[in-house]
């Protein structure tokens, strides 16, 4: 391959969920750099893609990206990051980014990318596409997202809450992202609108550790998974999916 920034979506958690592009472009790269929240722990990306790395011959980097929603904290880290792999790529080097979901779809990456584009427009970027956590997680509720003129929404959870009163009201399907840290005035705003039975809480899809909840009521108060989102499908319009001849242990289910 040419030499250049390869932004990689892993998926949301099952290494069989890796895109056949994916495995190929990690096995070939040169560099692998993943994201984590904390210098202690372990990136989950990297943990997916882990059995698609030769660690004898390529450079394995992982980089800190604070959990926290102040940008003047983070630049300097996306910062320095695209810097490093700027480097690396004008060095000749493949560089591969490893992102959980999609890199176009609420990904850390997208951070990276424009600090790329304002401060090192000469490197070529590949974006190779990933399942996401909210296909994934339909998935495993056997929840259709969309049929026939049904609307659907994908949003931050940390919305405005008036917007996302408006939301709930206007679509058929709301998928609710990152919805650990306002979990219980999201719960509020559902049973004013009728819909508290209407969701499933779905957290760290695609792994060892996925659970669904449905009884929502049940999550008030508590700490929350971080890789966590909540489907609410209106109009009665929840359908199982089963699936014949699926093999693996069934998702943990609670309520539905």
Known sequence: MPACLYA???????????????????????????????????????????????RSRQVVLERVFPMTCDEQELQPHWDATASEMAGFVRAGRTVAFVTIGDPLLYSTFLHLLRSLHERHADIAVEIVPGITSVGAAAAAAGIPLGMAAERLAILPATYEEDKLRKTLLDFDCVVLMKVSRVFDQVYALLVELGLERQGVFVRRVGSKEEELVTDLASLVGKQLDYLSLLIVKRAGARHQVQGPGLEGPAPRISNL
């Open 8 to 54: 990689v979506g892993v998926g949301p958690g099952d290494p069989e969920l890796l895109t056949l592009k994916a495995a190929r472009v990690l096995r070939a790269a040169d560099v692998i750099v993943a994201p984590t929240g904390t210098a202690e722990a372990a990136s989950y990306a990297l943990g997916i893609v882990a059995g698609h790395l030769d």
